[in-house]
């Protein structure tokens, strides 16, 4: 039997992130994943001559002195980024809206649509403007996260002054904040609210909490970029950086199941056993509740409570597609959200986003075509209360009107279309083992609930969980700060 300081289960981001902070300690780590590459739910997969990117599509965290960028340049990661402006098209039936890098362009290009409350948009985003720089630099710089030294515990007490304002936002939604602007009556903001929400924190401006929406508001401003040749690029060169510094990693692996004996953990995978008395495994709560496999090994209220909170949240249907280039006009990777009635939830194919390859991504597509990764969410509680057949119909018609969202929002994308590829909860579970295809984490509803987790503990003695059903949560960089801080607060212990 091998033995490691430390295992890592999945090669999500939250596990990669986890396997290099412990190479990065000097720790002996393995990291065992069950398919034969890295990223899970930002990865790349091959179909045929296609490479889809499966669900994430564009990152933040690549600045100047962020954490991705950061990692990028101590590892020398052979990764290339493109850089987008506008980051993302927003699309409506009546008006299209540029989300520019840069939050002033932002806020003029909305200003120019017709009825805009220019002096009400500009002190909202001056508002969200200090709470998101507040809340990232706990980003850029994890180490200002729980597990806390007392150097940064006085780093905190000299930044205090800024959290003050955070105090009262706490229980508050995003669309009461909006609200107290006067915004919600022009249309375009409402939109573009709710839109990214859905995106980020992964519910409406109605239901979020402000604090985690009003940071998330930011995703377009803080880094973020297309990853040349598909994010399964990033995931391989950190898996190459793990290698490099001393790790060992193993594809094609599934762990199957995780026992503590005599204080050590061991974990089993396709014949072999492992043993390292620390193991983060990346999974979702659910998953590894099922890979305690010692029946004495009773799970803390934590691991309850977490599960039940994914059971709140979404699946994804999606549609996988190869379009004839010359019908695109654009050259440059590019990503649209498409709303097609805005006043209906942001899900179920009435809210889209879509993502375009470059035409430079050699590789990606066979000659004159280029790809498209589209999502939209699937509420799970409705989706599992039907039969197994029912399911596969309701599947079927959010794809419909998937394709009838493209039709009328993006025609360019939906009269090239060569090839399609659909795809739904299901087809993640197969592919991430995710039970039953849940993704996006846990919903960053209103409540206090959203800030449980921030110290981060382990769930038995020596076996952590990240990934995104983890503070901080959902993306591939908050996933990859949960693994970072995860490690850290084990490695303290
Ligand atoms: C449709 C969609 C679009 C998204 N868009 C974006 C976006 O544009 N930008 C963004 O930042 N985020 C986006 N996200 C969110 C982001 O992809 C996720 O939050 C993040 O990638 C999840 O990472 P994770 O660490 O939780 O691991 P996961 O992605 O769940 O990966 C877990 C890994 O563990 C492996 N595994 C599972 N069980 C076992 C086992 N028993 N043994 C060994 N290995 C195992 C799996 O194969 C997988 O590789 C999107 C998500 C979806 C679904």
């Known amino acids: 039997m091998q033995s490691f300081d430390a295992i890592v289960v999945g090669s999500g981001f939250g596990g990669l992130g986890a396997a290099l902070t412990l190479v990065e300690e000097g720790r002996r780590?393995?990291?065992?994943?069950?398919?034969?590459?890295?990223?899970?739910?930002?990865?790349?997969?091959?179909?045929?001559?296609?490479?889809?990117?499966?669900?994430?599509?564009l990152f933040s965290g690549f600045g100047e002195g962020q954490l991705m960028q950061q990692w990028i340049k101590r590892h020398q990661m052979a990764v290339e980024l493109d850089w987008l402006d506008p980051v993302i098209e927003l699309r409506a039936p009546s008006w299209r809206l540029e989300l520019s890098s840069d939050r002033r362009q932002l806020v003029n290009n909305m200003a120019e649509l017709p009825g805009a409350p220019r002096d009400g948009l500009e002190k909202?985003?001056?508002?969200?403007?200090?709470?998101?720089?507040?809340?990232?630099?706990?980003?850029?710089?994890?180490a200002l996260l729980p597990p806390l030294s007392l150097g940064v515990l006085l780093r905190h007490l000299k930044r205090s002054p800024k959290y003050l304002p955070l105090v009262s936002l706490i229980g508050r939604s995003l669309e009461s904040v909006a609200k107290s602007y006067d915004l919600l009556s022009f249309e375009?903001?409402?939109?573009?609210?709710?839109?990214?929400?859905?995106?980020?924190?992964?519910?409406?401006?109605?239901?979020?909490?402000?604090?985690?929406?009003?940071?998330?508001?930011?995703?377009?401003?803080?880094?973020?970029?297309?990853?040349?040749?598909?994010?399964?690029?990033?995931?391989?060169?950190?898996?190459?950086?793990?290698?490099?510094?001393?790790?060992?990693?193993?594809?094609?692996?599934?762990?199957?199941?995780?026992?503590?004996?005599?204080?050590?953990?061991?974990v089993a995978a396709r014949g072999d056993t492992y043993r390292a008395p620390l193991v983060f495994a990346n999974l979702l709560p659910q998953n590894l509740t099922e890979l305690l496999t010692d029946s004495s090994t009773k799970v803390g209220k934590n691991l309850l409570q977490s599960t039940k909170r994914v059971e709140e949240g979404w699946g994804a249907a999606m549609l996988y597609l190869g379009v004839e280039a010359s019908q695109?006009?654009?050259?440059?990777?590019?990503?649209?959200?498409l709303v097609a009635d805005p006043t209906m939830p942001?899900?179920?194919?009435?809210?889209?986003?879509?993502?375009?390859?470059?035409?430079?991504?050699?590789?990606?597509?066979?000659?004159?075509?280029?790809?498209?990764?589209?999502?939209?969410?699937?509420?799970?509680?409705?989706?599992?209360?039907?039969?197994?057949?029912?399911?596969?119909?309701?599947?079927?018609?959010?794809?419909?009107?998937?394709?009838?969202?493209?039709?009328?929002?993006?025609?360019?994308l939906h009269r090239a279309i060569r090839t399609e590829m659909p795809a739904s909860p299901r087809t993640f579970e197969r592919f991430t083992r995710r039970k039953h295809g849940y993704v996006g984490g846990i919903p960053r509803r209103v409540g206090l609930r959203n800030y449980q987790g921030i110290f981060p503990e382990p769930i038995l003695p020596g076996l952590y969980l990240v990934g995104d059903s983890n503070f901080p949560g959902q993306s591939t960089l908050a996933t990859a700060v949960g693994g970072q801080r995860a490690v850290k607060a084990a490695l303290r212990r």
């Not at 924190?201 to 239901?207: L, M, R, T, Y």
């Not at 695109?328 to 959200?337: F, K, N, T």
């Not at 179920?348 to 498209?372: D, I, M, W, Y």
């Not at 969410?377 to 493209?406: C, D, F, N, W």
Request: net charge negative.
């Open 188 to 266: 375009p903001f409402r939109v573009y609210l709710n839109a990214l929400s859905q995106i980020t924190v992964q519910v409406s401006a109605a239901e979020a909490e402000a604090t985690f929406a009003l940071a998330a508001t930011d995703y377009c401003f803080r880094g973020t970029a297309h990853v040349r040749g598909g994010i399964g690029t990033l995931a391989n060169a950190f898996c190459e950086a793990i290698e490099k510094a001393g790790g060992q990693v193993i594809f094609a692996h599934r762990v199957n199941g995780l026992r503590n004996v005599g204080g050590d953990w061991e």
């Open 29 to 57: 780590v393995l990291l065992l994943e069950a398919l034969n590459y890295p990223g899970g739910c930002a990865s790349t997969f091959r179909r045929g001559d296609y490479l889809f990117e499966a669900g994430a599509t």
């Open 328 to 337: 695109i006009g654009q050259a440059s990777p590019h990503h649209l959200e």
């Open 346 to 412: 942001f899900m179920k194919g009435n809210h889209l986003f879509c993502s375009v390859s470059g035409a430079e991504e050699s590789g990606r597509a066979p000659q004159g075509e280029r790809t498209v990764t589209v999502s939209t969410h699937v509420p799970m509680k409705e989706l599992l209360a039907l039969s197994s057949e029912e399911q596969g119909g309701y599947i079927q018609a959010v794809q419909e009107k998937m394709r009838g969202t493209l039709s009328i929002l993006a025609p360019e």
């Open 124 to 142: 909202f985003f001056e508002y969200q403007r200090k709470v998101a720089d507040t809340l990232w630099a706990l980003f850029d710089d994890p």
